[in-house]
């Protein structure tokens, strides 16, 4: 068992056997599926969400000079820059008192953002367990997100928009899986069928890992 280790840096603090730590980065296009699973994961294994889409909402919502900076980049369906997405990150991880760990869900989405990730943690003595990616046909996607557009009234989910992201996902976001790849970290699941059968294939994945 590995040694108990405490850290207050920024004011984060950890009082948790390091060896036992959970973070997962949860990856996918649009509609893949990430929100719903990042739940059931977080009630089984007791896990914090950090969604840098529920981030940009709040922003969003709050009117805050990044909320403000952000929304022209989400209206077009496209990334928000690195470092400001990295601010928010920081921000919200900073936040945290106590973790058992977290699903980074939506994050990090570009090389640079991952390797942040990677330095963060380390910095910590921290590291990702595990980067899953929900693997879902392009008109699966689009079905599932014009769907969600019609039952939540989200903007964004609209075709053009929709078509866009998910470009913008296979463009920039696709470099990401190799970084984890090198690491060994990077599993593929099949993000087709039930949500509790996406959800078992997942639980096996990351039970294998801990």
Request: charge should be neutral.
């Amino acid at each position: 068992m590995g040694a108990i280790q405490s850290h207050l840096l920024r004011g984060w603090i950890f009082t948790k056997n390091i060896s036992t730590m959970i973070n997962i980065v949860l990856f996918g296009p649009p509609g893949s599926g990430k929100g719903t699973q990042s739940e059931k994961l977080i009630e089984k294994y007791g896990l914090n969400h950090l969604s840098t889409g529920d981030i940009l909402r709040s922003e969003l919502a709050n009117s805050t000079p990044l909320g403000k900076k952000a929304k022209a980049f989400m209206n077009r369906g496209d990334l928000v820059p690195d470092k400001d997405v990295i601010e928010m990150v920081i921000n919200k991880l900073d936040s945290y008192e106590d973790a058992n760990g977290f699903i980074f869900d939506g994050f990090p989405r570009t090389q640079e953002q991952a390797r942040f990730l990677r330095h963060h943690l380390t910095d910590r003595d921290l590291r990702v367990t595990l980067m899953i990616r929900l693997e879902v046909a392009h008109e699966e996607l689009v079905k599932r997100l014009l769907l969600r557009g019609e039952k939540t009234g989200r903007t964004d989910d609209e075709i053009s928009i929709i078509e866009n992201r998910i470009d913008v996902y296979l463009q920039q976001s696709e470099p990401v899986v190799e970084f984890y790849e090198k690491m060994r970290k990077y599993v593929p699941i099949i993000g087709a069928g039930t949500i509790d059968d996406i959800f078992y294939r997942i639980c096996q994945a990351i039970d294998a890992r801990i």
